[in-house]
């Protein structure tokens, strides 16, 4: 079983559209948790640290839920500019060290 | 810039030549990271270093792979004798030793390309 799992897509949405990607990870040692935003043949980038409590950063949306070892992302209104690969990031605190463990990500197509 | 980068952006080699890349972390970050990206999946951890220490190498990395940052700033990745199945994109991250925050911020990659 893969340590971060996310359903591959391809999420063709039209612009405005509502779209939701889920994310699971094994291991409950699990300390902090991120999404990063990939554009085709580009380095990762940071979208956003998710927290317990969720957090909300304009049109974006994290979720985590511990017990069921899920992570959610939430885009509202969506813009061209959104189609990327979305990484679902696990980070464990293994060996004295941080270690970020990252899923095979997430496709999403905005169309117009 | 003050972000990461990496060079070369491309390298095109043949198959058993040996390939040298380079980092250059964001100045303040401690913390530096190879990863390697193949089409289709998630980066995946290759090696790290706190300040001039490798504190650890993935299983992914074999004996053909060493990577050095000799006084603690930039690092490098030697792949000797490569081999196709080391085509990919090579990454470079760094991050920070402060409390809570273990963001990595990435550079453009190394796309390598093994004929």
């Known amino acids: 079983r893969k340590e971060v799992e996310q359903d591959p897509g391809p999420f063709n949405v039209p612009e405005g559209a509502t779209v939701a990607f889920n994310c699971t990870y094994s291991?409950?040692?699990?300390?902090?948790f991120f999404w990063y935003r990939q554009d085709c043949r580009k380095e990762p980038k940071l979208l956003m640290s998710?927290?317990?409590s969720g957090n909300e950063d304009g049109r974006f949306t994290a979720q985590l839920n511990r017990a069921s070892q899920y992570i959610s992302l939430l885009i509202r209104d969506s813009k061209l500019s959104d189609s990327a690969t979305y990484l679902c990031?696990?980070?464990?605190?293994?060996?004295?060290?941080?270690?970020?463990?990252f899923g095979a990500g997430t496709r999403l197509a905005v169309h117009p | 810039d003050t972000g990461v980068s990496q060079n070369p952006r491309h390298k095109i080699t043949k198959r058993g030549q040996n390939v040298t890349f380079r980092c250059d972390p964001i100045?303040?970050?401690?913390?530096l990271y190879w990863y390697r990206q193949t089409l289709g999946q998630g980066p995946e951890f290759l090696t790290y270093?706190?300040?001039?220490?490798?504190?650890?190498k993935s299983r992914l990395l074999s004996d053909r792979f060493s990577a050095e940052r000799p006084k603690g700033s930039f690092s490098t990745l030697e792949i000797q004798r490569t081999e196709q199945g080391d085509s990919a994109m090579y990454l470079c991250?760094?991050?920070?030793?402060?409390?809570?925050?273990?963001?990595?911020?990435f550079g453009p990659g190394t796309r390598l390309t093994v004929t």
């Open positions: 991250a760094s991050g920070t030793n402060r409390a809570s925050s273990y963001e990595q911020y």
């Open positions: 291991n409950s040692a699990s300390q902090s």
């Open positions: 998710v927290y317990s």
């Open positions: 990031v696990v980070n464990l605190f293994s060996g004295g060290y941080n270690k970020l463990i």
């Open positions: 100045s303040e970050h401690n913390r």
């Open positions: 270093f706190q300040n001039e220490a490798q504190l650890e």
